[in-house]
């Protein structure tokens, strides 16, 4: 585990303590509800680039085709027949 993530973790668990108004003995569930919020804003992050590098690669591709071309090609394709 990094410093920088221990510490960050150690922050908000003990946010979470005082916000929880200092209860006794609660310590190691607030250090695993800091670490899974540490993680979720970790994995925010992370996601919101990739969005936004996929949005920036997407500017050069053509428009997708409307809804209604899409199912007028699937009803014109002939159906096969069943098997016996």
Do not use: F, V
């Amino acid at each position: 585990m990094t410093d920088d993530r221990q510490e960050r973790i150690r922050n908000r668990a003990h946010q979470i303590w005082q916000e929880e108004g200092q209860p006794a003995g609660q310590h190691e569930r607030h250090w695993h509800q800091a670490a899974a919020d540490i993680d979720r804003e970790d994995g925010a992050g992370k996601s919101s680039a990739k969005k936004s590098a996929k949005k920036a690669t997407a500017t050069g591709k053509a428009k997708a085709e409307p809804k209604e071309a899409k199912a007028a090609k699937k009803t014109a394709k002939p159906k096969k027949a069943a098997a016996k």
